[in-house]
């Protein structure tokens, strides 16, 4: 398998500028999650899907930021607009069943960088 | 608050030495606590998971230990490897929460030097 697939593996945009992070979970895995992570922060949860259907979204910073899981092998992060303070790495991530003792697989990551 | 303090923030070792992360946690009651690797550049790769009533889960030259009475985790990795240089990120799973309430730790960066 190849793993969690994430696209692009780095952005560079304008301020202002529409963003979206593309992912594709583990064939077969049910969950998947959106995480952000910057230095003072670290690891944040934004959303998390099961069975293409978002279960909570309390982490998504607001407004601008929004997510979709149209099938069971894709899921989009949309910013728009982009601001600076949005630099930072994403990470998808999937798990078999969703349950908080599973252990989830992450992606590479897609560094944005909003200029 | 439910916190997870981790210590040192990072930590330089030679390569053949062993060395132990701390995770302090403030969470209770809770299900589990993950231990993830992250190297530079790539998503953090899971390492060990324990439930509140384990006390020790290896994975090759890694060991986690949990002691739940005083809210404290510890990794230990045993003969190092340049390998291991990389983040250790702790993360608690609050009992009866779901993902929304996984707390992170900031992790120990880790540098193997030969």
């Known amino acids: 398998d190849a793993g969690v697939i994430q696209s692009p593996r780095h952005e560079v945009t304008e301020m202002g500028q529409e963003v979206t992070l593309r992912c594709k979970p583990i064939s077969g895995h049910n969950s998947l999650f959106w995480y952000r992570q910057t230095m003072m922060r670290g690891l944040e949860l934004l959303i998390y899907f099961n069975n293409n259907v978002p279960i909570d979204d309390s982490g998504m910073p607001e407004d601008r930021f929004s997510a979709k899981m149209p099938n069971a092998s894709f899921s989009t992060l949309k910013i728009q607009p982009s601001e600076p303070r949005d630099s930072a790495v994403y990470f998808c991530a999937s798990s078999n069943t969703g349950t908080s003792s599973e252990t989830q697989y992450f992606g590479p990551g897609t560094r944005l960088l909003v200029l | 608050k439910n916190q997870v303090e981790q210590s040192p923030q990072s930590l330089i070792i030679l390569e053949g030495k062993n060395c132990t992360l701390q995770?302090?946690?403030?969470?209770?009651?809770?299900?589990?606590l993950r231990w993830y690797k992250q190297d530079t550049g790539r998503g953090p790769v899971s390492l060990t998971i324990m439930t509140f009533s384990e006390n020790t889960k290896s994975n090759g030259r890694y060991t986690a230990t949990l002691d739940a009475d005083t809210k404290q985790s510890s990794l230990h990795i045993t003969a190092s490897q340049l390998s291991d240089s990389a983040s250790y990120i702790c993360v608690v799973s609050p009992f009866g929460g779901g993902y929304n309430k996984l707390i992170f730790g900031a992790g120990t960066r880790l540098a193997v030097h030969p």
């Open positions: 995770c302090n946690y403030t969470v209770s009651p809770f299900s589990n």
